[in-house]
Structure formats: structure tokens, C-alpha cells
């Protein structure tokens, strides 16, 4: 299980007790089957000091060795390349990579939409290639935004055809949409066709109905894309609290970092296939060698300015009447660089301000040292 | 009650395929009854193909058409059950790509090829209604009289296209793996047109093929008035075998096509 020290999950965290009862929950007559079978011991173990711990749980994602190319030869693309991990149940991690950097296909290969050429996935403790049917009792996804649902039914009625899709007799939820509906603010909404409402309304919808069945596992693909800053910020609260109000387990990917950064635990960052950093967000930012200053003089006038931005390549400069302010972010070594450099020019520090690295630098940061590294690589292996 | 309280009063129950079966047939009604146009629409081109059909004829064939005007309205007839029946699940799959909604279907404890099946067969419901609408139309303007025992008739029209069902899910299949082929599969309709005739012509080996043997005994409970329990064992053996054959057939290459379109990474592309 992934240490978090940033304490945000913490009321979250159900014992194994919880758990293993959740697990264990399936109840005759008709009922929801919704236990993974495959799942690890639960109960509590004594280590080497005899302290008392609990035992590790079933991950509610477990992916080992996963590998995918497309193409053949040397037009081949590895989509996804020897990825590993877990993803614990109750959590909401994020799933960050630039373009192509293969999120969509991870996804979709622990989603069983598309077949990886090694490596296996476990949702519950259950393998999605050999049983997917079971293991989609479990899990529920959100790939395409606001166009995840039928535009031409009601909010409810997509309520009910999707929980019925997923295994679970509407009827038998009804509460379960009715709390829905109103925590989305969807209530008076429910008997209007999606198609008349608006693009945050759809992508809450869609959002309802993927949770409208009780998946205990959503992924969700961009769920905040298009959306404006105030429904965007509705969507990461409600998504918040439903995380903490039902033990959810989600896994979200988003360009946007403000949104990775206010509702995951855990990011995983993705770039030419493979994870590149795996940690809570609190232990990214303080983890990175990345310093952003803020400095303004009035000595920060044509020469001394040309050098920093021959030397920086993270430089903003806004030019005042008098002098200017720069923005520089850079490691350890380029901020000694800088003051060296402004000293040695004469500047007067007139006002200096230290801004906290946000997720984006960290995010910058490893992508571009993984892009670097890459291609040392190649470079080196050309040169052989 | 409060909606927590009714919530945890709640105890989620499993859904069987009679669920799914209500779910997808009351999709299917929703939409047949709030956006009546797209129905009424196909039933007002049926016609006029048939008008184009019956008038044209008139006038080219005069008596000789007059003569079989009967085998026509029932050729008609199946073969607008027929094209409803092919398209029905390639034309989903079709919308369900661009709807954004297909991963859904595949994401599902039922598994994708029966959850494609029952929304064929919520659609060959909806196509018997406005084919029979078809069919009375069509015996108003010709004034042929046929014999409309609804048990017979449901029965073998029901089976004759279930084996067209099985050639939709194939296409179905195919329509995931290579999306602009489906446009294209859609042409094969028209050679329906040639297996609802071959009752007309010596059937031979033909019998074997979706719908002419089944076209046949439906030319002979609509026109000669024989009942499903006046066919021979061998008749209704072979109507019954063609359209399971053909499922079964449309089942394996819709699970083959769906694989390869996982391993291909291209299920859901648009």
C-alpha cells in the first residue's frame, strides 16, 4: 500500500475489518454478488515486532508488466511499456503524461477495450482478460466526457438503462439516483432530455450515470474538458465528497493540472509509455528542484536582461517605465547562477518574491528530463 | 424517508437478461414514441418504393403483375422485416461509436455480443410494428387478399430473419473492426431482394441461404393459407435450422471482429 504523508485520505481509509466485510458482501437471494474472488486475506497480521498491522488489502487495480505495441517493425509504437502498479481502494489518483504519451491506451488496456500484448490487470482482484465479465460488475468508466450517455433520453432514464447495463436492476437503486440526482444539483433536471442542458449539466449526467449502479471503480477520462471554471470546480467537489461518502475508487486523467493537484491523493505521471513518477502531490512538489522567482529593479535594463534571457529558458519579463520584473524558474544551481549574474551586473534587488512550484513545473520538470534522457539514449546507441 | 435513508434502506439487486431485455426494448419505445418522425419517415419511403414498384409494374407488366400481386406484398413485406433486421445491429454499433456510448456496451457483466443481440432483436420489434403498417397499406392500394394468420405468420417471419440477424452481427463485428465498411455492408440489403425471390425459381441449394426458404413457406401461409402446424417436419426443421445456423455463424465472427478490434486497439475509434 502507497504511503501518503500528506494526510488527505485519512478519513477515507476504511479498516480491513471494513473491508474485508465489503468484500465478503454477497448476499443471497438475488442479490448483488460484488465480491472480488480473487481477493488477498484481509484480516490483521503481527510483524517481526509483534506490532499489531493490517494485512494488505486487495489493491482495487493491480496492473503488472503491462506492455502494448502498435505496428510492427521499426514503425512500431509502444504505447504502453512495462507498467506496474496499484492503485488502492479509496483513492483518487491522477494520471498526467503530454500528448501521446499513452494515458488513453493504459486506460483502455486496464479496461480490457484493448488487449495488451503482456502483462495483466486486476480489478478486484479479479483478471480482466480471463474474467471480464465478473470483473465489470466492479468497475465503470467515463471515456468520452458529456457524450458518454443518450442525448435523446432523460437524465433518469439514462440513469436507469445504464445501472441496468451494469448489472444492477434499476429498481433496486432507486435511493441510490434520487441522492444522486440531488447532490449533482441534477433533481430538477431528471425527467429533461440531456440534449437540453447545458455542456456542465451533460458531463455531470454522464458522470451520474456512471456512478448510478454502484461501480466501486471509475475511471474517468477528462472529466473536466470543456467544462468553465465554475462548473469545473462543482464537478471536482461533488467528485471529492463522493469519494469520501462511498469509498470510491477513481482513476482520472486530465490536462488540467489544477484539477489533478485539488482532488487526487497519488499522481501518476505518464510519458513515452511508462510511468516516469508515482508519489502523492504533496511529495512531488516538495520533491522537485524547481525554484520560481519573482525579482524587480530598476536596474533590470537592456544588457543584463538579454543575458538571462540568452541563459533562461523559463523567463518571463514584464518591462516597467523604469527597469522590469522577471520571472525565472529554474533548480538550484541556475537560481545560484542568477544571483551571481544580477550581482555582478549591479542590480539593486528592489523586490524579490519566491512562488511556490506548482504541479505543472514538477510536471514540465519530468517530462522534459525523461524527454532529455530519452534522447541521450538514442543518441548513444546511434553513435554505436 | 429521506433519499440516504431510502438508500440504505436499499439492497441493490442483480440484474438478469429480462432486465436488460426491458431495459434496451424501453429504450427503443422512448425514442419510437418521442421522435415518431424517423419512423414515420422510413415507413412513407417504403411505400413510395413500393408505389414505384406496383404503379411501374402496372404499367410495364400490366396483368402479369396483377397476377402476382400476392408474392410481391409478401416479398415486400419480408424484405422490409429483412433490411430492418440486417442493419439494425451494425447501424447501432454505428451510432453507439459516435454517440460515444459503445465502450459502455462492452464495459457491461452481460458481455458485449448478447447485450448487441438484444438490442437487434428491441429493434426487429420496432421493425415488425412498422412493417405490418407496411404490409396493411400495401394490401389496401393492391386490394389483394391474403391470409393473415398472426401466429403463422409472426412465427416463420420471426425465424426467416433471425439467420438475416445473424448476417447484421456479423456485420456488426465488422462495422467495429474497419468503421466506414459498415456503409458499405449496408448494400448487401439489395440481394436480399434475390433470396426473397428464389422461392419464384427452383430452390435447390439456395434453401440453404438466409431467407429463401423461409421466404417460401411465408409465400405459403400468406397466399395458400397452410398454418405452422401444416408444414412438414423437414420445412420447419430446416427453417429453424438456417436461422440458427446463421446466429451462431454472425455470433463467432461478431466475437472474432470484437477481439481483433481489442488487440487492434481500434474498438470505439471513431
Known sequence: ??????????????????????????????????????????????????????????????????????????????????????????????????????????????????????????????????????????????????????????????????????????????????????????????????????????????????????????????????????????????????????????????????????????????????????????????????HRVQISSADLIGPIVSELRNRFDAIDVEEFEIGARIDVTTDSDGLYELLARLRAADVTLERVRTVEPDLEDVFVELTSAEVRERTARRLEEDER | MTARGAEAAETPRKAGYRHLARAVLYREFLLFVRYPANAVGGIVVSLFFFGVLFYGGQMVAGQALTDSIEGIVVGYFLWTLSVGAYSSISNDIGSEVQWGTLERHVMTPFGFAPVALLKGVAKIVRTFLTSTVILVVMIVVTGTTLELNLLTIVAVATLTIVSVLGLGLAAGGITVLYKQIGNWLNLLQFGFIVLISAPAFDLGWMRFLPLAHGSALLQRAMVDGIRLWEFSPIDLGLLVGVAVGYLVLGYVVFQYATRRARRLGVLGDY
Open chain 1, 1 to 290: 500500500m502507497t504511503v501518503r504523508d500528506d494526510g488527505r485520505s485519512a478519513s477515507r481509509e476504511r479498516t480491513g475489518t471494513e473491508i474485508d466485510e465489503t468484500a465478503a458482501n454477497s448476499v443471497s437471494g438475488g442479490s448483488v454478488e460484488r465480491s472480488g474472488t480473487g481477493a488477498e486475506p484481509t484480516d490483521r497480521v503481527t510483524d517481526d515486532t509483534n506490532r499489531s498491522l493490517p494485512a494488505r488489502r486487495t489493491p482495487a487495480v493491480s496492473v503488472t508488466g503491462l506492455s502494448k505495441r502498435f505496428g510492427d517493425g521499426t514503425d512500431a509504437i509502444t504505447a504502453v511499456d512495462d507498467v506496474s502498479l496499484e492503485i488502492e481502494t479509496g483513492s483518487i489518483v491522477g494520471l498526467l503524461g503530454p500528448n501521446g504519451a499513452g494515458k488513453t491506451t493504459l486506460i483502455k488496456s486496464i479496461l480490457g477495450m484493448v488487449f495488451p500484448d503482456e502483462g495483466t490487470v486486476r480489478i478486484q482482484g479479479i483478471d480482466v482478460y480471463d474474467r471480464p465479465r465478473e470483473a465489470y460488475a466492479f468497475v465503470d468508466a467515463m471515456l468520452e466526457g458529456a457524450r458518454n450517455d443518450y442525448w435523446r433520453l432523460t437524465v433518469r432514464e439514462n440513469l436507469r438503462y445504464f445501472t441496468t447495463i451494469s448489472g444492477v436492476d434499476p429498481d433496486s437503486v432507486r435511493g441510490r439516483h434520487d441522492r444522486l440526482l440531488s447532490q449533482l444539483e441534477l433533481a430538477e433536471k431528471a425527467d429533461v432530455p440531456v440534449r437540453d442542458l447545458s455542456r456542465g449539466m451533460k458531463q455531470k449526467v454522464s458522470l451520474a450515470t456512471v456512478l448510478a449502479g454502484g461501480a466501486e471503480v471509475i475511471f474517468l477520462d477528462e472529466p473536466t474538458l470543456g467544462l468553465d471554471v465554475e462548473s469545473s470546480r462543482t464537478l471536482q467537489r461533488e467528485l471529492r465528497r463522493l469519494v469520501e461518502e462511498e469509498g470510491l475508487t477513481v482513476v482520472l486523467s486530465s490536462h488540467d493540472m489544477d484539477v489533478v493537484e485539488t482532488v487526487c491523493d497519488r499522481v501518476l505521471i505518464v510519458s513515452n509509455g511508462r510511468i516516469i513518477a508515482d508519489d502523492s502531490v504533496d511529495a512531488l512538489l516538495r520533491g522537485t528542484d524547481r
